[in-house]
């Protein structure tokens, strides 16, 4: 009888040395899996081609990616935690967040081009995305991204210069100026 009952009580703990070997293999499974999604998400984030920032409630920065860094030219170490206005910001940013009460942003998703300044002073321009982002209906972070447009400010420049070129040129004459395409056609 106590042999018996010493042979039930031994696969008693079999079955739950079994379990709990299942539930740990189970749990590591779920702890790898996790790792795997936050390396994931972190290497969008980070990876990104444009560049993205999240700043808090008070405007200051919790987060920059490499291509933000890698624009500005300032690294994360520099930014984190500064509030407005950015060191990125040159005077007419600051007048029109100023004068714009972006202070008080949060309601809203947010689309503008803005001028900035890299680190070496030169300028460049981008089309800022601000978004919100809510956790019981407050303003939890903004979530920003930036594109890159300050080769087509550029071109768009370059452009305006031509034409107020050509139209003075033209205007000045002395003669009558037509400019015709090859199918005969009067152009201007």
Not at 13 to 20: A, D, E, K, T, Y
Not at 86 to 99: G, H, N, R, S, V
Not at 146 to 162: F, G, K, N, P, Y
Request: hydrophobic fraction near 35%.
């Amino acid at each position: 009888m106590i042999a018996e009952h010493l042979s039930k009580t031994k696969r008693v703990q079999l079955r739950v040395s079994c379990s709990s070997s299942e539930i740990i293999t189970e749990r590591k499974k779920a702890e790898e899996a996790l790792k795997e999604s936050e390396a994931f998400n972190a290497s969008l984030l980070n990876d990104a081609p444009n560049p993205i920032m999240v700043t808090g409630p008070d405007s200051s920065i919790r987060y920059v990616n490499g291509a933000l860094e890698k624009l500005t030219g300032y690294n994360s170490g520099e930014i984190i935690g500064l509030k407005v206005p950015y060191p990125w910001w040159p005077q007419d940013t600051i007048a029109k967040f100023e004068a714009e009460n972006w202070g008080g942003r949060g309601k809203e998703t947010v689309l503008q081009e803005m001028h900035f300044k890299k680190k070496n002073e030169d300028s460049f321009w981008v089309i800022l995305s601000l978004h919100p982002i809510k956790k019981d209906g407050e303003l939890n972070y903004n979530l920003v991204n930036w594109v890159d447009i300050t080769e087509r400010r550029q071109a768009e420049e370059t452009l305006r210069e031509s034409e107020k070129k050509f139209s003075t040129v033209f205007q000045a004459g002395p003669a009558i100026i037509a400019i015709t395409a090859l199918k005969k056609m009067v152009i201007y």
